[in-house]
């Protein structure tokens, strides 16, 4: 066994919850749950969690899906399936069966690992990592693991440094100057700083390591509890926090950078305003998010596409993408894209123009379109002519606008607009 003995990672599973929809993400949710929805020109949001957890030795994994589970489903089944059982590494998905009781689906984040407790078992682990599938960062997970045995934690938390201002929207820890969970609070109005520094709190990122047999026990131990939600942080973490030793995880000390100049990068893209803005910002000189690391690579389904293709060369007719990202399979016929991110087989026509648009797999943009600030949803046929960003009055009456100006569009949005107009 030599060194693989002493890598805690090979001793544990990620188990990952990928049942919510999303739906602060609207109509990008309303075929596929979130962990499913399109990232960054080729992958899915739910890539990051799993390419984290094998980059950082984990070759045990299994995902919990429950809402419109089948988009999901299938991208692991095609990207994912390189794992083989007879290595010792496996990749379940455990839709919520009603395996338990017939009347029965995931009650709760915990219920979704209660429910599974026997196929946990049979992968003869130590030690589980519950990962939340639905936010974009990279972070090596052993480096967390050996904090947790180090501290003799009960559970450890991992936890984003937040100012104190925006942590009302998360779960805040209140940590001592050992960084021991003093309490957990939901969504506080007033979140309490850190004791190294008060300007500052500690949000939950939704990421908790346990030892396998004593999360086990406290799992048969919630199920039987009426009164709980079954809920890891609404009933388990504050119940271990009061009862036990719950131990924070700070993202800084185990977020992998491209350089040690480089922020901890971590992202929840579950609004449209969200969701745009991280795909934009990956067209910035330097991108935050480094997606050219060759060392801690975002593992995806690759589908086999042709290299992108640029064409037509006239004044007002020219097929150029300045400031972009553009994905295998693109044809951009005469179109002038700035800013902006096309996903695989994407095709742009003649006279069009694209600024700071995020647009999905396989649509189509028409001749003398002009769109600006906008995320077109997979499949979308963008009419000839068509001219979004500039009437935020006119886009509202078809399309969904958001607080900060970024139009959504979606197929059956265009399908009304044509009825009405015609």
Not at 221 to 249: C, T, W
């Amino acid at each position: 066994m030599g060194d693989r003995s002493n890598r805690l990672a090979a001793r544990s599973m990620a188990f990952v919850l990928a049942g919510g929809r999303g739906s602060r993400l609207k109509e990008l949710t309303d075929n596929r749950v979130k962990p499913a929805v399109y990232f960054g020109g080729k992958t899915r949001i739910i890539d990051f969690a799993l390419s984290n957890a094998l980059n950082s030795g984990i070759r045990k994994m299994a995902i919990a899906t429950q809402y419109k589970a089948h988009s999901l489903i299938r991208h692991c089944q095609r990207g994912w399936n390189f794992f083989r059982a007879e290595r010792n590494e496996f990749l379940d998905i455990l839709p919520a069966s009603q395996r338990v009781d017939e009347n029965r689906w995931y009650r709760g984040t915990a219920d979704a690992v209660t429910q599974n407790i026997d196929i946990v078992d049979s992968y003869d682990i130590d030690y589980i990592v519950i990962l939340a599938g639905d936010h974009i960062y990279k972070m090596d997970y052993e480096v967390m693991l050996r904090q947790h045995v180090e501290s003799g934690a009960d559970v450890t938390v991992g936890c984003l440094t937040v100012p104190r201002e925006e942590a009302t929207a998360f779960g805040v820890m209140a940590v001592d100057a050992n960084d021991r969970i003093t309490s957990f609070l939901e969504k506080p109005k007033d979140p309490p700083g850190t004791p190294d520094d008060p300007s500052v709190a500690l949000a939950s990122m939704g990421i908790y390591v346990f030892s396998w047999p004593y999360l086990r026990e406290l799992l048969l131990a919630d199920a039987d509890d009426p009164n709980s939600a079954h809920d890891f942080g609404g009933d388990l973490i504050p119940d271990i926090v009061k009862n036990g030793k719950a131990q924070a995880h700070r993202f800084t000390d185990s977020c992998v950078r491209s350089s040690k100049e480089a922020p901890s990068y971590w992202r929840d893209v579950g609004t449209v305003d969200a969701f745009w803005k991280a795909n934009i910002d990956l067209t910035n000189f330097t991108p935050e998010l480094d997606l050219w690391d060759h060392d801690w690579p975002i593992w995806t389904y690759s589908e086999i596409v042709p290299p992108a293709k640029f064409i037509h060369d006239e004044s007002d007719r020219r097929g150029l993408a300045i400031s972009s990202m553009v994905a295998g399979g693109c044809i951009v016929s005469g179109t002038e894209i700035r800013e902006s991110l096309l996903f695989t087989n994407c095709h742009t026509n003649s006279y069009a123009s694209l600024t700071r648009v995020v647009a999905l797999p396989k649509v189509v943009v028409h001749r003398h379109a002009r769109l600006h600030s906008c995320v077109i949803d997979r499949g979308v046929e963008i009419p000839n002519g068509l001219v979004v960003g500039e009437d935020p009055e006119e886009d509202a009456k078809w399309f969904r606008v958001t607080d900060t100006g970024v139009t959504l569009i979606t197929q059956a949005m265009l399908d009304r607009r044509e009825a009405a107009l015609t």
